[in-house]
């Protein structure tokens, strides 16, 4: 797990590779506009106590991440002109799965699903999104693998890829 109270950079922030879970709060929380970019890549966040991910200011590119079972919006972008997000699993949050405020993200080719309070809004769904079940291995157990049969495989979504060939738990 990381934890900062804030960290600024001159250069282009990279997060990936990561599983970033169980926070009392956010997963990430991007709120700088002095920030050039932040790009948030294979990257999988779940269990969250609020937003999945949160942006506000930036530009950020959130590309192959699963965001998933986390307590609030999976993804909230508020005044972030120029987001680009493709190829993520958005699943079974406990808000939105895709939240815009004041901001029309360049988003396609995500599977956004299930999530309580809707899909999308201030959006709506982008090119070649889909919405279907992405079939976690344990989900509610914080396990966000995807089964074998998953339908989120053929497209290259996610973080994780198979973590249970032999069937889901839920």
């Known amino acids: 797990l990381v934890y900062g109270s804030g960290t600024s950079t001159e250069e282009h922030a990279i997060i990936d590779f990561c599983s970033i879970y169980d926070n009392t709060n956010m997963g990430i929380f991007i709120n700088d506009a002095d920030n050039p970019n932040v790009s948030v890549l294979y990257t999988a966040l779940y269990g969250n106590g609020s937003d999945g991910i949160y942006c506000q200011l930036t530009s950020p590119e959130i590309s192959h991440c699963t965001v998933a079972h986390n307590a609030l919006d999976g ?24 939240k815009c405020v004041s901001t029309t993200p360049d988003h396609s080719y995500n599977d956004v699903w299930d999530n309580t309070a809707g899909d999308y809004s201030g959006c709506t769904a982008g090119f070649g ?7 976690f291995c344990d989900g509610p157990g914080g396990d966000v693998s995807v089964h074998a049969s998953s339908p989120t495989l053929a497209g290259g979504l996610g973080a994780l890829g198979v973590g ?3 069937g889901p738990q839920n």
Not at 75 to 98: D, P
């Open 75 to 98: 993804i909230e972008l508020n005044n972030a002109t120029g987001s680009k997000l493709s190829y993520n699993i958005i699943a079974s949050n406990g808000g939105y799965g895709l």
């Open 129 to 135: 999104d889909t919405s279907e079940d992405p079939i």
């Open 164 to 166: 249970c060939p032999e």
